[in-house]
């Protein structure tokens, strides 16, 4: 795909803003684990509890900067029609530049206790864990979000029977987000109803809102890049986005624990929440099958792997680790400890900050009319978030674990010290981890706002592009995922999740509660580091195949012999008993990977397809050449 309408390109100024308070925030996430290792950092200066309201602050502010250039960039294409009016696009990036000067005027208020009260309402900062702000950035906001869904609405077809799936995911992902920050608006002075709500916007916003998106976003990144079937995405976008509203209306219930609501709350958000973790599966297992189509290599491999990063994030930090904590009786434990940041993170950052990057890669490139760019540096920015961030959801889970032993099985005093020397390990850890996330942040930063310094002229592409070389043999590493493997890496991936989960069950163990952590422990630490390193191997195992799959894709493109193709004509052969079907079987056998040939029938080739695809499964490539209505090509190739 290509820049189709001007407008698109009002995204570009949105995802620069997004990268600079991405860089703030991890700025901030930095300064917390440095205060984390020395208390005394900056101590009477820049509280700890400031710092940490300007990292979830910026968290999510820069996220929905990336959400907003996202769509403002794929809008134009499903409205097919222009961002209007463009004045109201560009107010609402002044909006949010705004928003962020005043939070950075007004959160640091906390540590001289101004909230600004006017009656009942907090007017400059409020203190609710991840909408510290007070009632001006709330007004503002909900301005903000509202003229967000309404460029995107307008964007669409007015008759509402021409949307498809896509159209509807975002339409409800964009009145959503102004839908549930009402909540954070009803004044009260009770701080449980208060927490009650404060919930109601959080857990709706990233656990249904900004799933709908999310969801929706990669269907249709996806169906792009590989050319699969609207219809098909849609089906998966709806599923997705039914089941999410499914299992998270009720689900959102996992969070009454705390706040004083009736018991069977405890049943009901036990049960559906652990249903959520479903619609999050079926969007990594529709990014396996996606990432199948196409017989032409994409032109961004790098926004792939972040989108792929992304689906597989979701899956693992907000579905497996989501899982790990949800029920009551591990939700006794975790509550309130590092553990739950272990989740936070990987969910978070994972799941959506993953996936602005990967779409600002395809914005940024079409934007700046690339072809095609060295991703050299993008993929290692890749890798060292994700082991980055690997790192620090471990040190979290590290922490967090002695953290429920020491404060709450012991008892230790918070306050007094003395859970700090129990920690001190898992804080070394985090700095580490943290240094290098922050390093692949930058490097991504950097990479973004010099892409085109790296992109690369057609001319040199066809010559890097008929370079390209077949394999005589391909190692297992890098061969196509058959749909039993996938099953068997998410399976496994479920194992080590289930083995957590029985972990912070333990706690509730009689002789854990007496004093003695052996069994928490050892089940707990097979259980993260199972997790984490099983993801990430299983990551590069499909991120690899995925690399051999596209250059084959270019082999097969360059395949010919002497500027001929072999051509296998099926049209003498009987069209019933399998003739037709053995032939070709038999030339592919004997191919090398990335070579092809031309199969020439005087009928639909449907049923050979068919065949070969239930024999090979995606180990080969399908081109149509001619369809009818005399003859028919098609030419096949030995991928992966
Ligand atoms: C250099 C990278 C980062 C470091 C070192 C870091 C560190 C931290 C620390 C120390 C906390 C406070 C934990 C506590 O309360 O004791 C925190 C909280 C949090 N951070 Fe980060 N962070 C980083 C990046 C990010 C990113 C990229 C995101 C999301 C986009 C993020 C989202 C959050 C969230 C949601 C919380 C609150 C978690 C909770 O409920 O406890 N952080 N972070
Ligand atoms: C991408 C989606 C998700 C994101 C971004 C996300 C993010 C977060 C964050 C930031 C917190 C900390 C909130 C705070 O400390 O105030 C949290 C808590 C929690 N999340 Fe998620 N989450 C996601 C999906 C899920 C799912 C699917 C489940 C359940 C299967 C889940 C279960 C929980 C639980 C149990 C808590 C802890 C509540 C407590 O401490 O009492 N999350 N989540
Ligand atoms: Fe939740």
Not at 375 to 388: C, R
């Amino acid at each position: 795909m290509e820049i189709k309408y001007n407008s698109q390109r009002l995204a570009y100024p949105f995802f620069v803003s997004m990268l600079i308070l991405f860089a703030l925030q991890i700025g901030f996430g930095l300064l917390l684990a440095l205060i984390q290792m020395d208390p005394d950092l900056l101590k009477g200066t820049f509280n700890f509890n400031v710092a940490r309201a300007f990292h979830l602050n910026l968290a999510i502010v820069w996220i929905v900067t990336g959400f907003i250039g996202t769509i403002l960039f794929v809008g134009p294409i499903l409205g097919q029609r222009d961002v209007r009016p463009r004045w109201l696009a560009i107010l609402l990036l002044i909006a949010i530049w705004i928003v962020v000067l005043w939070s950075i005027a007004t959160l640091p208020l906390a540590q001289v206790g101004i909230a600004g009260w006017v009656g009942n309402t907090p007017w400059l900062q409020q203190g609710m864990e991840f909408l510290e702000g007070g009632r001006v950035t709330d007004i503002l906001l909900f301005i903000g979000f509202g003229i967000f869904a309404y460029l995107t609405l307008v964007m669409f077809p007015k008759k509402v029977k021409r949307w498809n799936e896509l159209h509807w995911g975002l339409a409800i992902g964009v009145v959503g987000l102004v839908g549930v920050w009402v909540f954070t608006m009803i004044p009260t002075k009770e701080l449980d109803l208060q927490e009650y709500f404060r919930w109601y916007v959080v857990h709706y916003w990233v656990e249904a809102v900004w799933e709908i998106i999310h969801i929706t976003l990669i269907g249709f990144l996806l169906a792009r890049f590989f050319g699969a079937d609207d219809k098909e995405v849609g089906f998966a976008v709806f599923w997705g986005i039914s089941l999410v509203v499914l299992s998270g209306l009720i689900g959102n219930s996992h969070h009454y624990f705390w706040i004083g609501t009736p018991a069977f709350w405890q049943f009901w958000g036990s049960l559906f929440s652990a249903l959520e973790p479903l619609p999050l599966i079926f969007c990594i297992w529709h990014v396996y099958l996606d990432e199948k189509h196409g017989v032409t290599p994409i032109k961004n491999r790098a926004a792939f792997y972040f989108i792929f990063g992304s689906a597989l994030f979701e899956s693992v930090g907000a579905g497996v680790l989501g899982f790990t904590m949800t029920m009551a009786y591990a939700n006794l434990w975790e509550h309130g400890t590092w553990l739950t940041a272990a989740h936070g993170h990987m969910a978070l950052f994972g799941a959506f900050g993953l996936l602005v990057i990967g779409a600002a890669y395809e914005a940024v490139r079409q934007i700046k009319g690339i072809n095609r760019f060295k991703d050299g540096m993008s993929k290692l920015s890749f890798w060292m978030l994700f082991v980055g961030l690997s790192g620090i959801v471990g040190s979290f889970a590290f922490g967090g674990t002695k953290q429920i032993y020491v404060y709450r099985i012991l008892g230790l005093d918070w306050w007094g010290h003395q859970i700090r020397p129990a920690m001190s390990q898992a804080r070394v850890l985090l700095g580490v981890f943290a240094f290098l996330f922050v390093l692949g942040g930058i490097i991504v930063i950097y990479d973004l706002l010099t892409l085109k310094d790296r992109a690369i002229s057609e001319t040199n592409q066809k010559l890097l592009d008929s370079k390209l070389q077949t394999r005589g043999t391909i190692s297992w590493w890098r061969r196509s995922m058959t749909q039993f493997e996938f099953a068997v890496w998410l399976s496994g991936i479920w194992l080590f999740g289930l083995i957590v989960t029985a972990g912070v069950f333990s706690f509730n163990l009689h002789s854990v509660r007496l004093g003695d952590p052996t069994i928490p422990y050892i089940i707990l630490g097979i259980g993260y580091p199972g997790l984490l390193i099983i993801t990430l191997v299983f990551a590069h195992r499909f991120l690899m195949a995925f690399e051999q799959r596209q250059d084959l894709l270019q082999v097969v493109q360059n395949f010919s012999v002497g500027g001929q193709l072999q051509i296998v004509d099926i049209r003498n052969k009987a069209e019933k008993g399998g003739e037709r079907e053995q032939l070709i079987l038999d030339t592919f056998n004997r191919l090398s990977y990335g070579e092809a040939f031309m199969v020439l029938s005087d009928r639909e080739t449907g049923c050979q397809h068919h065949t070969l695809h239930k024999i090979l499964g995606t180990t080969f490539a399908w081109e149509v050449l001619e369809a009818g209505p005399q003859q028919w090509k098609v030419k096949v190739g030995k991928l992966n």
